[in-house]
C-alpha cells in the first residue's frame, strides 16, 4: 500500500435521498484515498454506494440527493507544484476549480455511453467542445486532436467517425468515444464507473487494455469502479470493498486476495469460479441481498448475511475499524478483541 499524500482524499463523505419513504443514505461515511498513477478498485454489489461517491466527487448528485457533510481534498496541485490542495465540496458551485476539474483534471467515463454522449450531436462536436473548455486550442486544432484521440482509443478510420452520431456507432465504439472525451484534457485522475458492465466480454478485454496502456502512456491514477473481481484482480494496486454506503475493507490488491479479513470479502472472493477448481460443483453465493437502506439493520449492516456473525454483538453495536497497518484496514469485530471475541484470528 501507498503512503505519499493521495491525489485524491474522500473523509467522512455522507450522501443521501431525500424519497416519499424518508432519507436514504446512500454513502455513509466513507473514506478513500486514490494515489497519483495507481489505480483504486471500488467493488461491490449493486446499491453498496459506489456510482454515489464516484458523482458526490464532482458534485454530481441530481436532486433529490444531497451531500450532507464530509471533505473531498484535491490535492493534484500541491502534488505537482502549481498551487494549493483544496476541498471539492467547500467549492462554491460557480467557483472556476469545480469547471476545471470536471473533464480537465478529473476525467469520468459513466457505465452507460449510450446515454452519457448526447444524441444529437456528432462524436467530434461533442469532443472539440471538451477540448476547446479545457484547451486554448483553435476550432480546427481542436478537429484534428479529436481525430488523433479517436485514433489512440481505437476506434477505426476516425477521419469519417468524427463526424459520426452516437447512434451510428456501436456499444464498444461509443464507450471508446466516451473514454476519448474523458481524456483529451489529459487528466490526473479518471473515474470509471462500470466502464465495460455493458459491453461483450472481448470488447471489455479490449477496453480494460486500452485503459491500462492509456493509464501507462500519461501516468494518470484510476478510480475504477466494478462488481467484477477478475478485473480488480487485473487493474487494481489498492482495493476498496464497499458494502450498504461504507467500506469495510482496504487492501493493496495481492493482500485482498490472499488474504481476505472481513467475512463480505471473503463470500465475494469465494462466490468467484476458479478455471479447473470448481468443475461440477455448485459456487458458493452470499445469501439474501443488500439491504434496502431505508431500513438499515441494527449494529453491523452485513450481519443478516454473515457466515461469521456474533449473536447479541454483531446485530447491536456498530463494527469498529480495524487497521492492520499499511493502510489496511477492515470494519469487523472478529478482529477487535473483547470478552466475546478474545482470541479470534486476526
Ligand atoms: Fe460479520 Fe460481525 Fe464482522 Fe459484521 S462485524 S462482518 S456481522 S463478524
Redesign the pocket.
Same mark, same amino acid.
Given at each position: 500500500m501507498e503512503h505519499a499524500r493521495p491525489l485524491l482524499e474522500i473523509s467522512g463523505l455522507r450522501t443521501s435521498f431525500d424519497t416519499y419513504d424518508g432519507k436514504v443514505r446512500a454513502v455513509d461515511g466513507v473514506d478513500l484515498a486514490v494515489h497519483a498513477g495507481k489505480t483504486l478498485c471500488v467493488v461491490g454489489e449493486s446499491g453498496c454506494g459506489k456510482s454515489v461517491t464516484a458523482r458526490s466527487i464532482l458534485r454530481l448528485v441530481e436532486d433529490p440527493g444531497r451531500i450532507e457533510s464530509g471533505t473531498i481534498a484535491w490535492n493534484g496541485h500541491e502534488l505537482d507544484g502549481t498551487g494549493e490542495s483544496f476541498d471539492i465540496l467547500a467549492l462554491d458551485p460557480k467557483d472556476k476549480r469545480l469547471g476545471r476539474l470536471r473533464g480537465g483534471e478529473i476525467g469520468m467515463i459513466f457505465q452507460e455511453p449510450a446515454a452519457s454522449l448526447l444524441p444529437l450531436r456528432t462524436i467530434g462536436a461533442q469532443l472539440i467542445e471538451t477540448l476547446r473548455i479545457h484547451t486554448d486550442l483553435s476550432k480546427k486544432a481542436a478537429r484534428a486532436k479529436a481525430i488523433e484521440l479517436l485514433d489512440s482509443v481505437g476506434i477505426p478510420d476516425p477521419h469519417r467517425r468524427v463526424d459520426a452520431y452516437p447512434f451510428q456507432l456501436s456499444g464498444g465504439m461509443c464507450q471508446r468515444a466516451m473514454i476519448a472525451i474523458a481524456l483529451c484534457a489529459n487528466p490526473s485522475l479518471l473515474i470509471a464507473d462500470e466502464p465495460t458492465t455493458a459491453l461483450d466480454v472481448t470488447t471489455q478485454a479490449r477496453i480494460l487494455d486500452l485503459i491500462r496502456s492509456l493509464q501507462a502512456e500519461h501516468g494518470m491514477a484510476v478510480m475504477f469502479i466494478t462488481h467484477d473481481l477478475g478485473v480488480v484482480a487485473e487493474l487494481a494496486d489498492e482495493v476498496a470493498v464497499m458494502y450498504l454506503g461504507r467500506v469495510v475493507e482496504r487492501a493493496g490488491v495481492e493482500e485482498l486476495f490472499a488474504d481476505p479479513k472481513? +467475512?463480505?470479502t471473503k463470500a465475494l472472493l469465494a462466490s468467484v469460479p476458479v478455471l479447473g477448481r470448481d468443475r461440477g460443483r455448485d459456487l458458493p453465493t452470499i445469501p439474501g441481498a443488500v439491504p434496502n437502506p431505508l431500513h438499515r439493520p441494527t449494529g #453491523?449492516s452485513?450481519?443478516p448475511r #454473515?457466515a461469521?456473525?456474533?449473536a447479541g454483538r #454483531?446485530d447491536l453495536d456498530d +463494527?469498529p475499524e480495524v487497521d492492520f497497518g499499511g493502510g489496511r484496514t477492515a470494519e #469487523?469485530?472478529?478482529y477487535a478483541p473483547s470478552e466475546d471475541t478474545e482470541g479470534a484470528t486476526a
Amino acid at each position: 500500500m501507498e503512503h505519499a499524500r493521495p491525489l485524491l482524499e474522500i473523509s467522512g463523505l455522507r450522501t443521501s435521498f431525500d424519497t416519499y419513504d424518508g432519507k436514504v443514505r446512500a454513502v455513509d461515511g466513507v473514506d478513500l484515498a486514490v494515489h497519483a498513477g495507481k489505480t483504486l478498485c471500488v467493488v461491490g454489489e449493486s446499491g453498496c454506494g459506489k456510482s454515489v461517491t464516484a458523482r458526490s466527487i464532482l458534485r454530481l448528485v441530481e436532486d433529490p440527493g444531497r451531500i450532507e457533510s464530509g471533505t473531498i481534498a484535491w490535492n493534484g496541485h500541491e502534488l505537482d507544484g502549481t498551487g494549493e490542495s483544496f476541498d471539492i465540496l467547500a467549492l462554491d458551485p460557480k467557483d472556476k476549480r469545480l469547471g476545471r476539474l470536471r473533464g480537465g483534471e478529473i476525467g469520468m467515463i459513466f457505465q452507460e455511453p449510450a446515454a452519457s454522449l448526447l444524441p444529437l450531436r456528432t462524436i467530434g462536436a461533442q469532443l472539440i467542445e471538451t477540448l476547446r473548455i479545457h484547451t486554448d486550442l483553435s476550432k480546427k486544432a481542436a478537429r484534428a486532436k479529436a481525430i488523433e484521440l479517436l485514433d489512440s482509443v481505437g476506434i477505426p478510420d476516425p477521419h469519417r467517425r468524427v463526424d459520426a452520431y452516437p447512434f451510428q456507432l456501436s456499444g464498444g465504439m461509443c464507450q471508446r468515444a466516451m473514454i476519448a472525451i474523458a481524456l483529451c484534457a489529459n487528466p490526473s485522475l479518471l473515474i470509471a464507473d462500470e466502464p465495460t458492465t455493458a459491453l461483450d466480454v472481448t470488447t471489455q478485454a479490449r477496453i480494460l487494455d486500452l485503459i491500462r496502456s492509456l493509464q501507462a502512456e500519461h501516468g494518470m491514477a484510476v478510480m475504477f469502479i466494478t462488481h467484477d473481481l477478475g478485473v480488480v484482480a487485473e487493474l487494481a494496486d489498492e482495493v476498496a470493498v464497499m458494502y450498504l454506503g461504507r467500506v469495510v475493507e482496504r487492501a493493496g490488491v495481492e493482500e485482498l486476495f490472499a488474504d481476505p479479513k472481513h +467475512p463480505y470479502t471473503k463470500a465475494l472472493l469465494a462466490s468467484v469460479p476458479v478455471l479447473g477448481r470448481d468443475r461440477g460443483r455448485d459456487l458458493p453465493t452470499i445469501p439474501g441481498a443488500v439491504p434496502n437502506p431505508l431500513h438499515r439493520p441494527t449494529g #453491523c449492516s452485513f450481519h443478516p448475511r #454473515c457466515a461469521e456473525a456474533i449473536a447479541g454483538r #454483531c446485530d447491536l453495536d456498530d +463494527p469498529p475499524e480495524v487497521d492492520f497497518g499499511g493502510g489496511r484496514t477492515a470494519e #469487523c469485530v472478529l478482529y477487535a478483541p473483547s470478552e466475546d471475541t478474545e482470541g479470534a484470528t486476526a
